[in-house]
């Protein structure tokens, strides 16, 4: 089977130039391990802390797709794509 370089070509491979990305990715994932543990000790009380761990939780999250879009060179239309799905 041959190789079809000029397919990969293009294809993104992680580098150690990301690697400072790599090191936050790792980081907000702590921060939202954590935070899920946080819930889990609220259950399902709707008090104000529980409301503001959630919100941190979807920042977090946020922050964390837009670090693998900066990875990963996506455009903001490929980005409405995915975030469509």
């Not at 293009?10 to 935070?35: C, G, Q, Y």
């Not at 964390?64 to 995915?82: A, F, G, N, P, T």
Request: hydrophobic share 35%; glycine share 2%; net charge negative.
């Amino acid at each position: 089977m041959e190789f079809m370089y000029s397919y990969a070509r293009n294809f993104p491979i992680f580098t150690s130039a990301e690697e400072n990305l790599k090191s936050e990715i790792e980081r907000l994932v702590d921060k939202m391990l954590s935070l899920n543990e946080r819930l889990v000790v609220f259950g399902d009380k709707g008090t104000d802390e529980r409301v503001s761990i959630e919100e941190e939780k979807e920042k977090t999250d946020l922050e964390i797709d837009e670090l693998v879009y900066r990875i990963y060179e996506i455009s903001e239309s490929e980005k409405k794509i995915v975030e469509a799905n």
